[in-house]
């Protein structure tokens, strides 16, 4: 009977638990102690049948390990001779024995400082460098609650409907869409956009112009990606939608900030930047300030783009929210010289989770951008592109637009009513004609951040107008201070309720 | 009574379609004559009334098409005396009233070529240049056909279970997960990828460290996007997967190809490429050679990271794929440093249209690759991620991998069974212990693409290996020709009819 001593190696240690794998773990085992030359190269394994013995397990499970230490190199057989460990000479130089890291904890944001900076003693470069001060802010968790911005009435999207259009697509889904699609996205769905932009948007455009996109934040860094050469400015609107701005900086781009007035951009501001060919506005309802962009600032800005060659991207995240009459025409439906780059987005009006959205390009591009989209994903998940076509095509999509419509008016209405009045510094809540959210004055920075405490204390988010500007050069006028703040996001009830938080908090807190 | 002649302008060839909206048609009518100058600035409108009655429709629709020309602000009205078009002047010089070129048909692969040059005398750069020389084929349409690379045996998806667990989902979704997620991918399915990886792949990794992508492409994208400079050097294997060194090139990587043996990649020549520190690489089963990487060069690969401070990507993306065993521990699992970075799929074993797909990072890395993926696309979709969760936890996953081994398994005998022998200039076909495709080495580019031409007017697909070569350097040797060809994406019928097409078509066109 075999004992420990002739088995050329030592198997004492080796610990398996009867109710998992075995010959997994045994394999796990002898590879780790090969690997940190516990069992040195040469040395003969015992067979199959004595380790087993030992082991208390059954010889298969022992010949199975072998196999894989085989098919993985860490040992060969010599006919006659037995089992021997196989590993290339000199492991120790080439393989420290020092183990990884342990891993920290998880701390929320303050993780990110921290480990970003981790980083830069080993291996740092301009990419890495430019997402320090360029990257969201991790997502809101939780339901939506009042006032958060961006967030729609999206509990009352017709979820039984999605439900069954996913089940009915993929009970016996069709297999030649299952393969690799197409970058620029689902033909019907192209199609279907395309119809839906000309009948109620008032924007002339073919399928053929569209490319889907993994919503509106990938529209814009494909066109940071495509359009831009490191160094080149970008203007974006100041204060503005600063995600955007992250996503050209990432590509290298310096941003230029350019003044917002009541007219939308100032585009005199804009052409007195000589070196600037690409500019991103929001012209239905400027984000954060929710001004529209007057026509004359419509044709100056189009005019400054024909005449640079230049590239206007709009985005157009909420237009299909205005409340006296239809939406607006998209800049986009102005535009002769093919100078505008529409970006839509089915977030704000299904969910932002869909991950869903387009871009409307003049034709010259659109060929870039589908390559450019290969490269970067292929192409999208195909279940959520066929079933928001069948939703469409069913009219569902048109219906709940105009649920979401009312209901947002509905919610605006609530807030307008029940709004705090009389705030010491704070201004009267403007008119609100369009979007999901709107913009307050407050008449100093440091009433900003006291208004947006005491909200957070009786647990009611506002966004304050600071965190919308760029970062402050030296002749820029200092940044306007305010808060923003979602009306659409939950129903009636609770913005009634969280405006009253509201009123009691900064009344005994300012 | 009005007449066209006291109305201010006329109205003479505006044609209404009953069966359509007809406000939106007027406003459309008024507001293209008005930017093409037909109607001038100044110009007083009818009062709608007298407007409806010349059109004979209703006055409300001229009264919500006023409106609407209104607050986009072509109109406005003046107390006490009527309503006159509002154009900002010198209209004409600001917008050009040509037209948008017309859209050209789509004419696919060949359009692609044309398009891109017709961009290039109005706006060029380098990123545009790039993509010229450096993007995917398009895919191939259509269902699974044999011999078709890269497709397994999606065919035998539980697509009745998919369905269940999608409607499930969406049926009651928790609301909270429904606005912007995190970047890195839904907890728990992060969670239990790592378990998989932990109990199955040997790969010791926790959740933390995984980051969930748009399938395998945007994974090797982030790479490129985030460890590169522009010019910096990126070794890849040659012949390797284009579409990875696509992402690198776009990314302005210089591509150095190198040799791969039957033990894999041949590290001395990447040792002696003096200013590169990423390597990719396809050890589990190189892509397309089926060259596994010998545990010696997997400890030298690992040992010149580690010198160099570089990077490892490692694509296991067929890695579940072994008939002998199972599968092979990933070039990950060995590495103690944290040089290596995982690049994992659900695409091979679900199917390719899911886009899902996984990093596995060293700790440092995991904070930048999650910002940068937020500014490139925030998240993935909500619903796909829940769902293949509930698809492993319920233990569908794994039952699937079995059952798509087997498959796989099945469908190669078939090939070995049923290939054509003796084919002039045509190696034998080797074993094929792992993958899901083999390569046959073919002994001159002329056969190569006569065999492939041949395949195709039979209905074959056939990969020539020249297509998986980086452009010819002088230095390089002459690239080797061979047919790639996938054997599981058809069953066992379809593989032997196609089998015994192609040898009637050899026999008598060779």
């Known amino acids: 009977m075999p004992t420990p001593s002739n088995l050329g190696f030592d198997p004492s240690g080796i610990l398996l638990d009867r109710r998992l794998g075995l010959s997994q773990q045994l394999y796990q085992q002898l590879r780790t102690r090969m690997l940190a030359g516990q069992i040195g190269r040469g040395t003969r394994l015992p067979a199959s049948r004595d380790l087993a013995q030992v082991l208390g397990i059954s010889r298969n499970s022992v010949v199975r390990a072998y196999e894989q230490l085989y098919a993985e190199g860490f040992i060969h057989s010599r006919v006659g001779a037995g089992t021997f460990v196989d590993l290339p000479e000199n492991l120790s130089t080439k393989l420290s024995t020092g183990f990884a890291t342990p891993l920290s904890t998880r701390l929320s944001t303050n993780r990110a400082e921290t480990t970003g900076d981790t980083v830069s003693p080993v291996w740092t470069n301009s990419a890495l460098d430019r997402l320090k001060n360029n990257h969201l802010p991790l997502p809101r968790s939780g339901p939506p609650k009042a006032f958060r911005v961006g967030i729609h009435a999206f509990d009352l999207f017709p979820f039984d409907i999605w439900s069954k259009l996913q089940a009915a697509f993929w009970r016996k889904p069709d297999l030649g869409q299952l393969g690799y699609g197409e970058a620029e996205g689902d033909p019907r769905l192209r199609e279907l956009i395309a119809a839906y932009l000309r009948s109620s948007r008032g924007l002339s455009c073919s399928a053929e112009q569209i490319v889907i996109t993994t919503g509106a934040q990938q529209a814009i860094g494909l066109c940071a990606q495509l359009l831009l050469e490191p160094g080149d400015s970008v203007a974006v609107e100041n204060p503005g939608y600063r995600a955007a701005g992250h996503a050209f900086a990432n590509a290298g781009a310096r941003l230029r900030g350019v003044a917002v007035d009541n007219d939308g951009l100032v585009c005199s501001e804009l052409e007195q930047i000589t070196d600037c060919r690409i500019a991103y506005v929001t012209p239905a309802h400027q984000y954060p300030t929710g001004v529209t962009m007057s026509l004359a600032r419509r044709l100056q800005l189009l005019a400054w783009a024909q005449r640079c060659q230049g590239w206007v991207i709009e985005d157009d995240y909420d237009g299909e929210y ?137 647990d009611v988010e506002l966004n304050p107008l600071s965190d919308y500007w760029l970062a402050a050069t030296p002749s820029a006028p200092a940044p306007g201070s305010g808060l923003v703040l979602g009306f659409a996001a939950v129903d009636e009830r609770a913005i009634e309720q969280a405006a009253k938080r509201l009123q009691r908090a900064w009344q005994s807190g300012l």
Not at 394 to 408: E, K, N, S, W
Not at 418 to 441: S, T, Y
Request: aromatic share 6%.
């Open 322 to 458: 205005r409340y006296n009459g239809a939406p607006l025409a998209p800049l986009a439906a102005l535009d002769r010289q093919g100078r505008v780059i529409y970006v839509g987005t089915f977030g704000k009006v299904a969910f932002p989770a869909l991950r869903l959205g387009y871009l409307v390009l003049p034709q010259p591009l659109v060929e870039p951008f589908r390559r450019r989209r290969a490269v970067a994903v292929r192409s999208s998940e195909v279940g959520t592109q066929a079933v928001m076509a069948e939703f469409i095509a069913q009219g569902h999509f048109q219906r709940h637009i105009r649920r979401m419509r009312r209901a947002a008016l509905s919610r605006r209405d609530a807030l307008l009513e029940h709004w705090p009045m009389d705030i010491p510094g704070c201004a009267a809540m403007p008119r609100v004609d369009a979007g999901l959210h709107v913009k307050i004055d407050v008449d100093s920075h440091v009433r900003e951040a006291q208004l947006v405490q005491l909200a957070a204390e009786v």
